[in-house]
């Protein structure tokens, strides 16, 4: 029932906004250049690896020893944007068509992170990841790496279509007030190095 509700929806969604898509890939060429899209490994269902797609948002600016500048560096205003409003993701749709992704899940994150999770924390992945999760609608990056996967098992353990109806119209509604989109003045989330364990708790 998930599979076909996905594949409906997203149908819809790319015939709807293909002339979106077509316009924001025509501006990211001209202003960003190419490639158009971002592509990256990421873990899918059983930690299963899948390229994750997204249109481009940074340039390729380099400082003068040759390496990338921060990524706060590389965002241009149009970039800005694009992730302020979520706009950068609509090619992940093509990724619930091929069965990557579902419209509701934990959101895949890096592939170096897998050996990071608890036990308890790897249960997101029990689950198709998603475009959007309840975690998303509960804090997005403004919330700690805890909470987020905190909340990432809470939906593996509760998930129902209501419940994706739920986080779908959720997003929408955060995403026209694009809440939470970065955690104070970082581009994207800090890296994930693992929980810290209480000293206590390590002993016994």
């Not at 819809?12 to 025509?26: A, N, T």
């Not at 689950?127 to 909340?151: D, H, L």
Request: charged residues 25%; aromatic residues 10%; glycine residues 6%.
């Amino acid at each position: 029932m998930k599979r076909i509700f996905d594949l409906i929806v997203s149908i819809l969604l790319l015939i709807v906004c293909s002339p979106l898509m077509i316009l924001i890939g025509s501006l990211v060429a001209s202003k960003l250049g190419s490639p158009i899209l971002f592509k990256q490994l990421r873990p899918g269902f059983h930690g299963a690896p899948f390229y994750l797609y997204k249109f481009r948002t940074m340039t390729e600016r380099k400082d003068k020893s040759g390496e990338l500048l921060p990524d706060y560096q590389r965002l241009p205003p149009f970039g800005r944007f694009l992730r302020k409003y979520s706009l950068d993701e609509l090619p992940q749709l093509v990724n619930v068509l091929k069965g990557d992704l579902s419209l509701v899940g934990p959101r895949p994150l890096l592939m170096e992170y897998l050996p990071l999770y608890s036990e308890e924390q790897a249960r997101r992945h029990l689950v198709k990841p998603g475009i959007t999760g309840w975690a998303q609608i509960n804090g997005r990056n403004a919330i700690s790496w805890e909470e987020k996967f905190a909340f990432d098992v809470w939906y593996v353990d509760h998930q129902s279509i209501k419940l994706d109806l739920k986080i779908l119209w959720l997003t929408f509604i955060k995403v026209l007030g694009s809440e939470n989109v970065n955690q104070s003045e970082d581009v994207t989330m800090e890296l994930f190095t693992g929980t810290k364990v209480l000293e206590n708790e390590k002993h016994g």
